[in-house]
């Protein structure tokens, strides 16, 4: 039974092979007769929003020939308190699999051992592992390849799309940098749990700068409070919302010490002549990135959004094969 919890758990040559396969998924779409869910049906259980990872989800589950219900918190009775093992136990006996995003990372796993069908992981507080594998099948589309180059991630780097991108660049080997100030920063035991164990404090002219490295798969990590440090040389900007789900009590203080921490002009200008810029949406102009950039790299951005659909088909054909 194959599951897609997170990228933590997730073997090197699975990832290569999702991130293979969806070039093939994405040219034959609307001309493949491979429907690996014929005569299955899928459950979707959402208590969080969301637009591209449902949408794709379900015409992807759709287009490979499948069925697919979606059930939010309020429509089962989970949201009235029962538990996440019963729903599961429930669920196993009627779907084929199912797609969950909520806030406990503990939740998707227990579902997928009380369950005993395919589970993913559609967000949790923790990871969007979806998500990561779309952004790196297209760094692959745009710039040939995912190896040797440089991720800057701009923003609020303690969230669950920052994570999900520590444990890719150590199984796959290329440098992820983080700019955002210590207090929105991953612990350093998250980069332990992924495998690095050269860690290096050095102090910068903006505070503390962490460095760490992994020579098994030549993976490299930069923690610092200097965006523009961290942009110099960047293949590709990325960033994400401020204010993740279920942090919106704290929006305020968010925006404002996270205020320097947007992608701008100024950093395009000290980044690859050829780098691009990524966001996996929503985004909030003016806040993590700006309006000028965000239009004049759009192209990219819907490209990125568009592959969530692609890559979404070629995980559930994986885990059914
Ligand atoms: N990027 C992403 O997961 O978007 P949604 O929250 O709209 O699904
Ligand atoms: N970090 C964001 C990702 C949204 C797709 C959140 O959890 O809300």
Request: contains cysteine; aromatic residues 8%; glycine residues 6%.
């Amino acid at each position: 039974m194959k599951h897609l919890l997170s990228i933590e758990k997730m073997a090197p040559e699975d990832l290569e092979w999702i991130l293979a396969e969806t070039t093939n998924m994405k040219a034959s779409r609307g001309r493949s007769q491979d429907l690996p869910l014929t005569g299955q049906t899928w459950a979707m259980i959402f208590t969080k929003s969301s637009t591209r990872t449902r949408v794709s989800f379900e015409v992807g589950i759709r287009e490979l020939g499948g069925w697919v219900m979606f059930l939010s918190k309020n429509d089962i009775q989970m949201g009235r308190g029962e538990p996440i093992e019963d729903t599961a136990r429930v669920l196993g006996r009627m779907v084929h699999g199912a797609v969950i995003r909520t806030f406990a990372q503990k939740d998707v796993e227990d579902f997928a051992q009380y369950s005993n069908i395919p589970t993913i992981n559609a967000l949790t507080d923790a990871e969007h592992p979806c998500q990561i594998l779309t952004d790196l099948f297209t760094i692959q589309e745009k710039l040939g390849t995912y190896r040797n180059k440089i991720v800057t991630f701009v923003g609020d780097g303690a969230c669950n799309v920052p994570a999900s991108w520590i444990f890719a660049a150590a199984k796959l080997g290329f440098e992820f940098r983080i700019a955002a100030p210590k207090e929105f920063q991953p612990l350093l035991s998250l980069l332990e749990r992924a495998g690095f164990n050269h860690v290096q404090s050095q102090s910068g002219a903006k505070g503390e700068i962490i460095r760490a490295n992994l020579p098994s798969t030549g993976a490299r990590i930069v923690l610092t409070p200097d965006c523009v440090d961290a942009a110099t040389g960047a293949d590709v900007l990325y960033t994400d919302t401020l204010v993740s789900m279920g942090k919106e009590a704290e929006a305020a203080g968010r925006i404002e010490a996270l205020k320097d921490y947007q992608i701008n002009a100024n950093l395009l200008k000290v980044a690859q002549p050829a780098a691009i810029v990524m966001h996996c949406l929503p985004a909030y102009r003016g806040k993590e990135i700006d309006a000028e950039t965000f239009e004049a790299h759009a192209d990219t951005i819907f490209d990125q959004a568009e592959n969530r659909l692609h890559t979404q088909k070629t995980i559930l054909k994986w885990l059914v094969s």
